[in-house]
């Protein structure tokens, strides 16, 4: 703990009175353009690797970077959290954002290693569906291989869930909203766009 009270000493003392302005602007409300959504991972800084500031980013965390489909029955922190980006905030475009080296796609994919994590178990039944689009798109894949691929099936599969939700249908009727599947490799630095349609991803940080 003393290194990040330390650290907000130092960001109250120097970085603020940088950002003084902004965050003085800021007091007038929000109007991010982008919805990011992504793993509560400490590896993982969208900020960073966007090179955003407060106020441009409404950021969605959670373990596996999942969004359930929508659930009449039920509330989910994501299903609110969704819903006031896209009817009050009017964001633009939503990024649900995979990571190299989650564990909780590794989760998924070795159900023995988090069967003693019971709340673990039960929220990863939210991304069955990957495990399903995963074994009939890439039947014969193993190790390093099926991880990466079943980060971005998963990343493409929770768009199609976020289009259950009724704030996006009618947002993405009107077109006012677009979504987009990402992929983040930590250890090089690299951000892909996945090709909804027919597999394949951009390398965003290329030129
Ligand atoms: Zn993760």
């Keep these: 703990m003393k290194k990040i009270i330390e650290g907000v000493k130092r960001f109250r003392h120097e970085e603020f009175d940088r950002k003084r302005e902004l965050f003085e602007k800021l007091k007038g409300g929000q109007r991010p353009e982008v919805a990011f959504i992504t793993c509560s991972d400490s590896r993982v800084n969208p900020n960073l690797f966007t090179q955003t500031e407060p106020g441009e980013l409404f950021i969605i965390r959670n373990v596996g970077n999942i969004v359930p489909a929508y ?3 039920a509330c ?3 299903a609110a ?3 006031y980006a ?3 905030l009017k964001v633009r475009h939503i990024v649900v954002c995979g990571h190299s080296h989650c564990g909780a796609m590794q989760g998924l994919l070795n159900p023995e290693g988090v069967a003693d994590l019971p709340s673990v178990v039960k929220w990863l039944t939210h991304a069955t569906a990957t495990s399903h689009r995963v074994k009939a798109l890439h039947p014969g894949l193993s190790g390093d291989a099926l991880l990466e691929k079943t980060i971005e099936e998963h990343a493409l599969q929770q768009l199609k869930n976020i289009e259950t939700h009724p704030s996006v249908v009618s947002a993405m009727a009107r077109g006012t909203v677009e979504l987009h599947g990402w992929t983040y490799t930590f250890e090089t630095g690299e951000v892909r766009a ?3 349609s027919g ?3 951009v390398l965003l940080t290329d030129g």
């Design 86 to 88: 896209v009817s009050v």
């Design 81 to 83: 959290a969704i819903e």
């Design 76 to 78: 989910t922190s994501e």
């Design 194 to 196: 996945l090709d909804r």
């Design 71 to 73: 659930d009449p029955s």
């Design 199 to 201: 597999g394949g991803s």
